[in-house]
C-alpha cells in the first residue's frame, strides 16, 4: 500500500459501514480527497491515527460497560 487508500481499504481496517466512515468525515476526524460526491482516496497516516483513537475510546473501562450495555437492547 502507499500512502493513500481506497473508501474499502478504510472500511475493513477500521472495521466501519460506508456510512460511518462518511460520518468522520463530515465531524472532521478523516480527511477524504472527493471527485464528484465520491470519496476517492484517504491518507493513510491519517487512518491509521483515527483506528488508534477508536480503539483507546473502546478500551477505556466505562465505554466497554456500554458497548457491551448496547449489545443487549
Same mark, same amino acid.
Given at each position: $500500500?502507499?500512502? $493513500?487508500? +481506497? !473508501?474499502?481499504? %478504510? $472500511?475493513?481496517? &477500521?472495521? !466501519? @459501514? @460506508? =456510512?460511518?466512515?462518511?460520518?468522520? %468525515? #463530515?465531524?472532521?476526524? &478523516?480527511? /477524504? ?5 465520491? *470519496?476517492?482516496? *484517504? #491518507?493513510?497516516?491519517? %487512518?491509521?491515527? %483515527?483506528? =488508534?483513537? &477508536?480503539?483507546?475510546?473502546?478500551? +477505556?473501562?466505562?465505554?466497554?460497560? *456500554?458497548?457491551?450495555? /448496547?449489545? *443487549?437492547?
Amino acid at each position: $500500500m502507499d500512502g $493513500m487508500l +481506497s !473508501l474499502k481499504e %478504510v $472500511m475493513d481496517y &477500521l472495521e !466501519l @459501514e @460506508e =456510512s460511518e466512515v462518511e460520518e468522520l %468525515v #463530515r465531524r472532521g476526524r &478523516l480527511n /477524504a480527497f472527493k471527485i464528484g460526491g465520491v *470519496f476517492l482516496r *484517504f #491518507r493513510k497516516d491519517q %487512518v491509521v491515527d %483515527v483506528k =488508534s483513537a &477508536l480503539r483507546k475510546r473502546t478500551q +477505556s473501562p466505562i465505554n466497554a460497560f *456500554f458497548v457491551k450495555a /448496547a449489545d *443487549f437492547q
